[in-house]
């Protein structure tokens, strides 16, 4: 039991921000309104939450009444729901809840659903429940920053007295309330000795700049998931980074990979027909949001995998999908795990080398070597397209408009062991023939395809092959906090003869500082 309460804590660097729920009826409107965190998980594995202001709980449960023949569900009740059960989870033996919302999903609650809700009827009402992310955060800083300028002006002046002695005598007579006063004044003779005074005074002056810099910072909590498990055909699948982008027309999340042009989004209906099922898919062709159908507007269903799902949550964290493997559709297990500590790579600078991944093992096999291997950008040809060569080995990636000399041939990228010429139109190779490990037909003259179809050479029989040239990166952006220090000084005017004004106890100038 102590093994699974701590199991059934919130892991470390799992995504699951808070969620505020709306679209209850007025008999539970008490509902609306409120903030559900994640409390951790249940026998299960589904994740629970409980309200911040009030008992009330979002949970999944197999079989709320306990008897082994009911409906999987999520629930919002009152009752805290019992992590060591695996079904009834609040113990009452039947179904009393506020509202369900059937689903075999049990990663999370669904962020937009028709949930069946109690509102005083005798039937249960259906409501659209929205359980929204709460993920973003807005501070504001104001900073003052005061600019002083001390400007000092010496006074001279010399002054000469001589013995004075000046008598005054005055009477001055003031009656009140029948009391007679009468002061007189002494006489007071003054003398002095000739002398030479000399002072300097220190003016100080203040121009006062003030600068008020409003800073506000946003911060985003993004999900960011990596994929393994992919059938060795679709190898350079696997262990790419997917980040959010943002939301499409659907209100489902998509994604793309941080190392290459794969992405990763929620599709009503893939090829727009009208009649296909709801996935999330797996797509080198970047999704259109503004769209809910055929996102990549292919006008079929053309992709690297996918996830039949009636969930715009998000993609399963663990699933089956159907893979195009080379040969057939296979049902194939793949995990997405949610990445913690993440260095988003805004402004990353991308390095000119490139990095060759495909299956070869299983198809292959007599170009298994060229796997992950590392070309590096050389310059480019007389046709102005870059060649790259490995790192490792004579091998080459280059542009060839004719790869035979013959003006009639396709254009391509070719993969060869023989060096390009830098001073030819066509055949690079200089062979008279299309001889190289492997092609790739593109009108691109830019740069070699991110993910494509190749054709290779296996031995004397070619044979079609999915091959990705994932770009790498040369440097990690981090984020460093500066402190930086604003410090016055204020002048004191100190007469010849006195000790230094005193502020705050301490002689001197003073310093203030102000940390931005």
């Not at 805290?80 to 999903?105: H, M, V, W």
């Not at 691109?444 to 070619?462: E, I, L, R």
Request: hydrophobic share 30%; proline share 4%.
């Amino acid at each position: 039991l102590a093994a699974l309460l701590l199991a059934s804590s919130p892991a470390v660097g799992e995504y699951f921000p808070d969620l505020l729920l709306n679209g209850a009826c007025d008999a539970a409107g008490f509902l609306n309104g409120l903030r559900f965190e994640m409390k951790g998980r249940t026998y299960t594995g589904a994740p629970y939450y409980k309200a911040t202001t009030r008992n009330e709980y979002i949970y999944w449960d197999p079989d709320c009444g306990g008897g082994g023949d009911g409906q999987q569900r999520w629930i919002i009740d009152d009752s805290e729901p019992d992590i060591t059960k695996l079904r009834d989870l609040d113990g009452d033996g039947q179904c009393n809840y506020y509202a369900r919302f059937d689903s075999l999903d049990k990663s999370k609650p669904p962020a937009t659903a028709f949930w069946k809700m109690n509102c005083g009827g005798a039937k249960a009402e259906s409501r659209l429940i929205t359980l929204a992310d709460i993920t973003t955060t807005l501070t504001t800083t104001t900073v003052t920053t005061t600019t002083t300028t001390a400007t000092t002006t010496t006074i001279s002046s010399t002054s000469t007295s001589s013995t004075t002695t000046k008598t005054s005598t005055s009477t001055t007579s003031t009656t009140k309330s029948s009391t007679t006063s009468t002061a007189t004044s002494t006489t007071t003779t003054f003398t002095g000795t000739s002398s030479t005074i000399s002072s300097t005074t220190s003016t100080t002056s203040y121009t006062g700049t003030s600068t008020t810099r409003t800073t506000s910072t946003t911060t985003t909590t993004l999900v960011v998931l990596r994929l393994t498990g992919v059938c060795p055909y679709k190898e350079f699948l696997n262990g790419l980074t997917f980040v959010e982008e943002g939301y499409s027309a659907s209100g489902a999340r998509y994604f793309k990979a941080a190392e290459a042009e794969q992405y990763m989004y929620y599709d009503y209906d893939c090829n727009g027909g009208g009649n296909g099922k709801k996935r999330w898919i797996i797509d080198d062709s970047s999704p259109d949001p503004s769209r809910t159908e055929d996102l990549d507007q292919d006008g079929a269903c053309n992709y690297h995998a996918r996830h039949d799902s009636e969930d715009i949550y998000g993609p399963p964290r663990a699933d089956v999908w159907q893979v195009w493997c080379g040969v057939e559709w296979v049902d194939t297990i793949l995990h997405l795990d949610l990445v913690s500590n993440y260095t988003f790579d805004d402004g990353l600078d991308f390095s000119n080398t490139l990095k060759l991944r495909g299956y070869f093992k299983g198809s292959c096999q007599q170009k298994e070597n060229m796997n992950n291997l590392q070309f590096e950008y050389q310059g480019v040809t007389a046709s102005g397209s870059p060649y790259y060569k490995s790192v490792t080995s004579d091998e080459y990636i280059y542009y060839d408009p004719h790869c035979s000399g013959n003006v009639s041939g396709s254009a391509r990228w070719v993969l060869d062991s023989d060096a390009p010429s830098l001073t030819a139109l066509s055949d690079l190779d200089g062979d008279g023939n299309c001889s190289y490990d492997g092609r790739a037909k593109s009108l691109d003259t830019s740069a070699p395809p991110k993910g494509s179809m190749w054709k290779m050479d296996c031995g004397g029989v070619w044979k079609d092959m999915w091959l990705a040239l994932v770009r790498l990166p040369t440097t990690t952006t981090s984020v460093t906090a500066t402190s930086t220090t604003v410090t016055t000084t204020k002048a004191t005017t100190t007469a010849p003869g006195k000790a230094p004004v005193m502020r705050n106890g301490a002689a001197g100038p003073q310093h203030h500082l102000a940390f931005l």
